[in-house]
């Protein structure tokens, strides 16, 4: 396997193998590598393998075995869930060990400390990503310092320093948050969900799971909650990957939820712009993707605007509804989850009878059980 950190912004490469999370100019990094397997997708190999995010093993960027940090995530179920007389599937990535998809992120990015050889690291979170790098962590026996909003929840709270990391609650907003991570990560690893170019090598295997479920075929359209992009990104990177693979012959369309007081994104779609500009942010039930600020927006932009999607923006009483509705279904998840059924009603009023639709659940809603009394 080779591979290089590619800089967005200049075009500077450094080696996959480099403790490095920023290129020297500033800029954000992503990774460029070749598998050196062929092929990458051999269906009958992956077939054979255990059900878990691991079983595409070449297709992400660790060298050696030995260094896989893994509870055996992933391959969550895909299942059909009716809403408002039309069927969507509904990958139930809120059953993952830390109680949402981030593991995905978390499992790489923490094989790759391990593999380079790094001891401590840091990472800022609305509690989610934090929860899932500390778990890691402590599997992988590295030390973690996590940074989190003061007004996190203590479900989220309690199960960061349950696995040993140590916690840092910063008052203000989630953007001075990760001014406060960023500062730390001055001396220290930044093992970043939005930073870090490894993370998004995790996420992507959703793309994969979700291939492989509807046999080796993408689904027409994607309909996925966003704030920094972590799962989005992942996902149109593992379509992209399938499509140059030869192992699907189309990408699918994506649409991106935003909660309506936090829509930077929706925002910049709906005007034509390249990037997003600050907002002012209001409360929003969905914490885990009010984002004013995501550091990745332009490449957001561009993944969505270039599979031929949109972006929605869905209310609190809209996301306060399907929770309610989604519970009512048998699924527990948390508010943040809750967005994506919120866009899918929105989507289906207008789309092709015959058009298959994926979504998601991102949390479990035992992680933010003060929110969820109030909500239900």
Not at 115 to 128: A, F, K, T
Not at 148 to 177: C, F, M, N, W
Not at 301 to 314: E, I, M, P, Q
Not at 335 to 340: F, I, L, Q
Request: aromatic residues 8%.
């Amino acid at each position: 396997m080779t591979g290089q950190l590619i800089c967005q912004a200049c075009a500077a490469a450094y080696p996959l193998d480099e403790a490095r999370w920023r290129c020297d100019c500033g800029a954000l990094l992503d990774v460029a590598f070749d598998p050196a397997f062929e092929p990458v997708f051999d269906r009958e190999r992956i077939a054979r393998r255990k059900p878990t995010m691991w079983r595409y093993r070449e297709a992400i960027p660790i060298r050696d075995d030995a260094h896989v940090v893994s509870f055996d995530e992933g391959f969550t179920p895909l299942i059909p869930v009716e809403v408002d007389g039309r069927e969507v599937l509904v990958k139930q990535d809120h059953l993952f060990p830390t109680g949402s998809y981030k593991d995905r992120g978390a499992s790489v990015l923490v094989s790759k400390v391990k593999e380079l050889g790094i001891r401590h690291v840091v990472e800022d979170s609305s509690g989610n990503a934090g929860s899932a790098i500390a778990a890691y962590c402590a599997r992988a026996g590295v030390r973690c310092d996590i940074f989190v909003p003061a007004s996190t929840t203590a479900g989220k709270l309690a199960q960061i320093q349950g696995y040993g990391a140590t916690l840092h609650q910063i008052p203000g907003s989630r953007e001075d948050t990760a001014r406060a991570a960023l500062e730390a990560a001055q001396q220290t690893y930044y093992a970043s969900h939005v930073w870090n170019p490894i993370f998004f090598q995790g996420t992507k295997t959703f793309a994969f799971e979700v291939c492989e479920q509807l046999g080796w075929h993408t689904p027409d359209t994607v309909i996925l909650p966003v704030g920094n992009g972590t799962l989005l990104l992942g996902a149109h990177l593992g379509f992209e990957e399938l499509l140059a693979a030869g192992v699907v012959s189309r990408r699918p369309k994506i649409i991106a939820v935003q909660a309506a007081n936090c829509a930077p994104l929706y925002r910049a779609f709906q005007q034509g712009q390249e990037a997003p500009t600050p907002i002012d942010a209001q409360a929003t039930w969905a914490e885990g993707i009010a984002i004013a600020e995501p550091v990745r927006g332009p490449q957001i932009l561009r993944a969505v605007g270039g599979s031929g999607g949109h972006f929605l923006a869905v209310s609190a009483n809209e996301i306060k509804q399907a929770l309610k509705d989604i519970c009512r279904w048998g699924f527990y998840i948390e508010p943040s989850a809750a967005a994506s059924i919120a866009g899918v009603r929105q989507y289906v009023r207008r789309a092709p009878a015959d058009e298959t639709i994926v979504t998601v659940f991102t949390g479990h809603g035992l992680k933010t059980t003060e929110k969820m009394l109030k909500l239900l």
